[in-house]
């Protein structure tokens, strides 16, 4: 079997050197939603910094143990949010990461930084835009339930969410009869 010359003295066509490589194309997830990712990357940076000056260790160790919160509220199956202008979803989250922080004992003063590291998109977006609108205060977790509930809850919840009483929001069960 005799092969085709290939290269720049070949008739009609360009050579290897001439032509880009072929590479096929790569589909990779987003390595920061990983908290195994997550967790090695906060130790090289935590040993890096920790060689570097010894006044850091305090903000490493915090760090290390904000990735560690977080990393047992996803195995305890809180999920990212994203900002999903639905009501029933973003309920549906804000009870599943209470139950989930209450059932940890989740540090009062330290549930909103451990929180807030499951928001993405939009929601990341709007959460940096309360914390600049709101800086010098004290954020603490009634303040960011407020927050989330104005945001993208209460004013779209479905009335049986708010009242426990479902139909009540076309007013079904309030008429007379029903």
């Not at 720049?8 to 997830?29: C, F, I, K, N, Y």
């Not at 059932?103 to 003063?109: C, G, R």
Request: with cysteine; proline share 7%.
């Amino acid at each position: 079997m005799t092969l085709p010359l290939i290269g720049p003295g070949a008739a009609g066509g360009q050579g290897p050197e001439d032509r880009p490589p072929l590479v096929a194309p790569m589909v990779t997830s987003n390595p920061y939603s990983d908290p195994t990712f997550l967790e090695q990357l906060v130790k090289a940076v935590a040993t890096g910094m920790a060689a570097g000056a010894s006044n850091s260790t305090p903000r490493v160790e915090r760090v290390v143990t904000l990735v560690q919160w977080v990393k047992g509220m996803r195995k305890m199956g809180c999920t990212t949010y994203s900002g999903e202008e639905d009501a029933e979803v973003a309920g549906h989250w804000l009870r599943k990461v209470e139950r989930v922080i209450d059932q940890m004992q989740v540090p009062e003063e330290t549930r909103v930084d451990y929180v807030t590291q499951l928001l993405t998109e939009s929601a990341h977006s709007w959460w940096e835009t309360i914390r600049e609108r709101r800086a010098g205060e004290e954020l603490r977790w009634k303040h960011f339930r407020e927050e989330f509930k104005e945001r993208y809850y209460s004013g779209q919840a479905p009335e049986r969410e708010r009242t426990g009483v479902p139909g009540s929001e076309t007013g079904e069960y309030d008429r007379p009869g029903v």
